[in-house]
């Protein structure tokens, strides 16, 4: 039987709200950023949002790898491809989605601070407090008893291609395997599941 893993499907409503409460919490502070990092692949859509709501144009990129296959991680958070831009007296914030083990976020930290920024802090949309790092800035905690893989909208098929995988489970009727991620995964049965799966079945959920 695979195991189960508790999962929550995230909604762009709530993703708006969350980013408006890390926009809030920023100009509260009074912190502005001259430039924005992204870390990819998370917290790239989390980044260009908040740049659009602080006003601010300089988006830049870093990628960290650190979970494999979905809710499972490479154990060790790595930089893969670096902050390639001059940030030498710059107020640097770094974005991503979510901290759940904090690794790739404090890995990013010194990597940044290691390219002579005036200053550097974070923010996620969500931020578990099981985590080695504490944001700056983030729109809701949760609490480690509450841990979820959180499904955001930019990985949601690739996330549910994942599960199905890990269900191990050779039937090619949609609804079956649509009520195992509902059983396993706690994932509703909802019609973009239910496409989702279909696809997946039929081989055009691509890679």
Not at 11 to 24: G, K, L, P, R
Not at 47 to 75: M, P, Y
Not at 152 to 177: Q, V, Y
């Given at each position: 039987m695979p195991d189960e893993i508790k999962c929550k499907v995230v909604t762009w409503s709530e993703i708006?709200?969350?980013a408006n409460m890390v926009a809030?919490?920023?100009e509260k502070s009074g912190y502005a950023p001259d430039v924005v990092v992204g870390l990819t692949r998370?917290?790239?859509v989390p980044a260009r949002i908040l740049c659009d709501q602080l006003v601010c144009k300089n988006l830049?990129?870093?990628k960290v790898e650190?979970?494999?296959i979905t809710a499972q991680t490479d154990n060790k958070a790595k930089i893969v491809q670096e902050l390639e831009v001059d940030v030498r007296g710059k107020k640097v914030l770094l974005v991503d989605d979510i901290t759940d083990t904090g690794d790739s976020l404090r890995l990013s930290i010194d990597h940044v601070k290691a390219k002579g920024p005036a200053d550097v802090k974070c923010a996620t949309l969500l931020h578990i407090n099981h985590s080695k790092t504490v944001p700056d800035?983030?729109?809701i905690e949760v609490k480690k008893e509450n841990w979820r893989w959180f499904i955001f909208p930019w990985n949601f098929?690739?996330?549910m291609r994942n599960l199905i995988g890990k269900l191990g489970c050779e039937s090619k009727d949609p609804a079956t395997l649509a009520a195992m991620l509902k059983r396993y995964y706690d994932i509703p049965t909802s019609k973009n599941v239910?496409?989702?799966v279909a696809n997946h079945i039929n081989g055009k959920g691509g890679k």
């Amino acid at each position: 039987m695979p195991d189960e893993i508790k999962c929550k499907v995230v909604t762009w409503s709530e993703i708006d709200h969350w980013a408006n409460m890390v926009a809030a919490k920023m100009e509260k502070s009074g912190y502005a950023p001259d430039v924005v990092v992204g870390l990819t692949r998370g917290g790239w859509v989390p980044a260009r949002i908040l740049c659009d709501q602080l006003v601010c144009k300089n988006l830049f990129s870093i990628k960290v790898e650190h979970w494999g296959i979905t809710a499972q991680t490479d154990n060790k958070a790595k930089i893969v491809q670096e902050l390639e831009v001059d940030v030498r007296g710059k107020k640097v914030l770094l974005v991503d989605d979510i901290t759940d083990t904090g690794d790739s976020l404090r890995l990013s930290i010194d990597h940044v601070k290691a390219k002579g920024p005036a200053d550097v802090k974070c923010a996620t949309l969500l931020h578990i407090n099981h985590s080695k790092t504490v944001p700056d800035f983030y729109g809701i905690e949760v609490k480690k008893e509450n841990w979820r893989w959180f499904i955001f909208p930019w990985n949601f098929k690739e996330d549910m291609r994942n599960l199905i995988g890990k269900l191990g489970c050779e039937s090619k009727d949609p609804a079956t395997l649509a009520a195992m991620l509902k059983r396993y995964y706690d994932i509703p049965t909802s019609k973009n599941v239910k496409a989702t799966v279909a696809n997946h079945i039929n081989g055009k959920g691509g890679k």
